[in-house]
């Protein structure tokens, strides 16, 4: 008869998140892995089946979490412009108020871990490309409500703002201050919405 697990896998992953953040993949051991989750080798290897397996598990639950987060702050009847600014001041508020400057772990998977890690890169990539496509989908809104030109290629700007998300959370990593990420969140937000857009 097969043991029953005396421990809860959510909790494990979500400790793991913690540990891969903090410190990275590769300076990650699985002795910090036992001592951030409270369970043994053996435990983790028969939950998870390697260091691997548990680091995916981790980075599926922070991408899930990530995308739903910013799908709930677009979900406002409010002008898009301003549930847009709400979206990225949000995140930079996530990111000057993290004691360790931790970034994103999304965006530090990306730099660490592509393209040598094909299973890291669908998981990453595909939080990217679900919040392209949040971001399209309210852009797309806000075009047909007059909120922005007729010709706004809004593929495009949710491109721009993902592309800018990561910005910030890179030049958050690297030690900017509130001021000046909030002045990339002004500026990304005056290109979105100008006036004219056969002047690009």
């Known amino acids: ?10 909790a494990v992953v979500e400790a793991a998140i913690g540990v891969f953040w903090s410190k990275g993949y590769a300076a990650t051991s699985i002795q910090d892995l036992v001592e951030a989750t409270g369970i043994g080798r053996g435990s983790l290897y028969a939950a998870f089946g390697s260091k691997e397996g548990l680091y995916e598990a981790a980075l599926t639950r922070y991408a899930e979490r990530s995308s739903a987060d910013i799908a709930t702050r677009l ?13 990225l001041i949000a995140l930079v508020e996530a990111t000057v108020t993290d004691p360790g400057r931790r970034g994103c772990l999304i965006t530090n998977t990306v ?11 669908r998981v990453a990539g595909g939080a990217l490309d679900r919040n392209a496509t949040a971001f399209t989908a309210v852009l797309r809104r806000a075009r047909e409500r007059g909120e922005l030109p007729p010709d706004a290629d809004v593929t495009a700007m949710a491109d721009l703002l993902v592309t800018t998300i990561q910005g910030l959370r890179v030049q958050g990593k690297a030690g900017a201050d509130r001021r000046r990420l909030v002045a990339v969140v002004e500026l990304t937000l005056s290109v979105l919405f100008i006036h004219d857009w056969s002047s690009i």
């Open 111 to 121: 730099t660490e871990r592509l393209p040598a890690d094909p299973v890291a890169g």
């Open 1 to 10: 008869m097969a043991r029953t697990r005396e421990f809860d896998t959510d």
């Open 75 to 87: 979900d406002s009847a409010a002008p898009i412009r301003e549930v847009l600014r709400d979206v």
